[in-house]
């Protein structure tokens, strides 16, 4: 596993005297991203998917079973098709929503559970069924060494991974949001295309910065803005992108945080301990 660690030179800060070096609140692993929780922010959602299956994990508060008969109360009315027994403790359920089928598999372990979720066409059932028992058999508990989730990696090279992690800060109205795809170039967004929309629907923008700028050991582009409208306390919002290849060596990869003009202070500090932290372990 290649780690790329953090390089970024920061000209100074716009909205605080100075920037303070916090340790982060937790570290989270997702897909190929490590990353810091900034202070006072916390996970608000995610989601992950390799090989075109979307993967995660749950914590147990009870016996495995108690987390399959939740899973199976929540599928949709009347759409469980077939269950299955894969040995060892995997379980599996085919069901339908609409004219869409799926494999959903769960298997257990001392403390959680991971889930596997595919969709697919009736004739590729088989196709299916291998690559979900084939994700089970590479997944290793409490390892960050390969496609992370919250309790462990997938230990396998896939061509199509993808995640994105959304946290939240000591207001809702504080947000950081990170996003990495393997076959999706991240947008590189042109100030004058966003001031055109903002200014389309009555609103204002001011450009505080734009440049280059290497994080994680990725070069890539950074914006600062401001922004209001008529119906919305002025934003301060910060983007920085990477276009990427893409691919599962050099993933498209973009990162965001907004806020309200008011705490511009704090969500800079966050932003930059965000990017401080930030780690993408990319596979050799």
Sequence with gaps: M???????????PLFSARLERAEPSARLSLGRLRVGVPA????????????GVE????????PPEAAWARALAALPS??????????????????????DRYLQVMKPFDDHVVWLLRDY?????????????ELVRVYAPGSRDGFA?????????AQLENAR????????????????????????RDPAAIAAEVRAVGG???????????????????????????????????????????SNRDPGLSLEAIGPASSAATLEQAWEQLLDSLEVALPR
């Design 55 to 62: 993967v995660w994990t749950e914590a147990l508060e009870g």
């Design 165 to 188: 992690l959304s946290l939240v800060g000591p207001s809702d109205a504080l947000r950081l949001r990170l996003i990495s795809r393997s076959t999706v170039a991240a947008e590189v």
């Design 40 to 51: 006072g922010f916390s996970r608000r959602d995610a989601e992950t998917s390799t090989t």
């Design 2 to 12: 290649l780690v790329l660690t953090a390089s970024c030179t920061t000209p100074g």
């Design 204 to 246: 204002t923008f001011e450009l505080l910065r734009a440049r280059r700028r290497t994080v994680a050991g990725l070069d890539g582009d950074e914006l600062v803005m401001r922004l209001s409208s008529r119906d919305l306390e002025p934003q301060v919002r910060f983007e920085w992108a990477h276009r990427g290849a893409p």
């Design 78 to 99: 009347g759409a469980e098709r077939e269950r299955l027994d894969w040995g060892d403790g995997v379980r599996a359920v085919i069901w339908e929503r609409g004219n």
């Design 121 to 133: 066409p009736e004739p590729k059932r088989a196709i299916a069924e291998k690559l979900l028992r």
């Design 149 to 157: 989730v919250e309790h462990g990696a997938f230990q396998r090279v």
